[in-house]
């Protein structure tokens, strides 16, 4: 499956984006997706999942303002991003993993397929 992260730009603290990862070649529902960031000089992190059957994860660092959707019609995966903070600032990259890995949704090395990233910038 090939992944595409868009909708990252330049956003003031307090604000608001919409992360789109758009899926192709296999059957998307069979997937579950996962978000992850990482900014300059430090590793890359969780963010959220959503399994093939919605059901979701997140980070303690953004729950109550990030939700995870998605749209299997559409074969795309949402991160709604809410009440950012310039410590949001990084760069996205999603993530999908076939639906019968059992492995934490945290886990990163359990992906096999990674979009190519969009960034995130939150002003102070």
């Known amino acids: 499956v090939q992944l595409q992260a868009s909708g990252g730009g330049l956003v003031q603290a307090g604000g608001s984006l919409r992360l789109s990862c758009a899926a192709s070649g296999r059957t998307f529902s069979n997937y579950a997706v996962g978000w992850f960031r990482q900014a300059p000089g430090k590793e890359r992190e969780f963010v959220a999942a959503?399994?093939?059957?919605?059901?979701?994860d997140y980070a303690d660092s953004v729950k109550g303002r990030f939700t995870v959707s998605r749209d299997n019609a559409k074969n795309t995966v949402y991160l709604e991003m809410n009440s950012l903070k310039p410590e949001d600032t990084a760069v996205y990259y999603c993530a999908a993993r076939d639906r019968t890995v059992r492995s934490a949704a945290s886990y990163a090395a359990s992906y096999n397929y990674w979009g190519q990233g969009t960034q995130v910038t939150v002003s102070s």
């Open positions: 959503i399994s093939w059957s919605g059901s979701t």
